[in-house]
């Protein structure tokens, strides 16, 4: 994504109601030009009404939202095709076999002729299909029908693709094969919005993550900007469970080093007595870590395991929002 990019997408104060229903709740945020954006939250956060908002699909409540400088309630066929969208439940045509499907398509696109056949053809390569581009779309499997689908967002050549959901219940071969399509897509200038329940796709590919949770954006930054928000390192310490564990955890949050301690009950198969793991975030685990063991030895815990790890995009999510993007 170069520096001096311009937004390709603006959301202002965006709501979207259904009776007494908030879906989204005043959401702001811009898609730059040539960027991958991310959109995370748990079912019901209000991702997929944003997205079909954006795409012209439903029309706001209240707000203002615009792609290529086009309102989405007016802008029309200029505007349907500058987006390509793959919607999170599957558009294709069951009976048609997959070249049929993107000629289909193709054509309601006013492509025609030479010009289709070369653009089914690519698609189909792209997504790795050619193989089987003559059998019926009802005979491929759950991922040769997801990738399907993104071939047919992409047959107009659209400046923004909305991706709901691209890698959702597919096998993993097809899953790599629609994540480096994405990838290499945005490599030659494609803008993509993109979201997904897989936290490891959103942390590889895009270049900003807004995180929504009950219709509303929480947090909006880089990864590493929403990461490094979390303040370092966390420290996992495996012991037995004891009433003198919360005294130790009441005076390690004195420590002025020590941002945040919790403690969780751990499962073990090992043992039958009850285990808690204590984890403390800090940005300096090196200098944490002596007084933090030399407390637990005081109260006498039986230390089984002991962990340093950098914090990563899943520990953001549940620091926001409380909840497993699972759920």
């Known amino acids: 994504m170069s520096s001096n990019s311009q937004p390709i997408a603006t959301v202002r104060d965006l709501r979207k109601s259904y009776g007494s229903l908030i879906a989204v709740d005043g959401v702001s945020f811009d898609i730059q030009e040539g960027e991958v954006f991310g959109l995370l939250g748990p079912n019901g956060a209000g991702k997929t009404t944003t997205i079909s908002i954006l795409s012209g699909i439903l029309p706001p409540t209240s707000g203002d939202v615009s792609v290529i400088g086009l309102d989405t309630k007016t802008g029309g066929a200029p505007l349907r095709m500058a987006i390509g969208v793959v919607p999170q439940e599957l558009a294709i045509y069951q009976k048609l076999t997959g070249r049929e499907n993107l000629q289909f398509f193709g054509e309601l696109y006013g492509i025609q002729g030479a010009a289709l056949s070369a653009r089914v053809t690519e698609m189909l390569e792209m997504v790795g299909l050619t193989e089987r581009a003559d059998d019926r779309a009802a005979d491929y499997s759950g991922g040769m029908k997801r990738r399907l689908n993104l071939a047919i967002g992409l047959m107009h050549n659209p400046r923004l693709l909305l991706l709901d959901e691209p890698t959702v219940g597919v096998d993993p071969q097809s899953r790599n094969h629609i994540f480096e399509g994405v990838r290499a897509l945005n490599k030659k200038g494609l803008t993509v919005l993109y979201t997904s329940h897989y936290m490891e796709e959103v942390e590889a590919l895009c270049d900003r ?6 219709g509303k954006l929480i947090a909006c930054d880089t990864v590493a900007g929403l990461i490094a928000s979390l303040g370092g390192s966390v420290i996992e310490v495996g012991v037995d469970a004891s009433e003198k564990l919360d005294q130790v955890a009441d005076r390690l949050r004195q420590m002025p080093l020590i941002k945040e301690v919790e403690l969780t009950a751990a499962e073990s198969e090992e043992s039958e007595t009850p285990r808690v793991t204590i984890s403390v975030r800090t940005q ?11 407390e637990l030895a005081e109260v006498q815990a039986s230390i089984h395991s ?22």
């Open 209 to 214: 993550v807004g995180i929504m949770d009950r």
């Open 284 to 294: 300096q685990p090196n200098r944490v870590l002596p007084p933090l063991v030399s």
């Open 306 to 327: 002991l962990n340093v790890r950098e914090p990563n995009l899943e520990d953001v999510f549940l620091t926001l929002t409380g909840k497993n993007l699972r759920d």
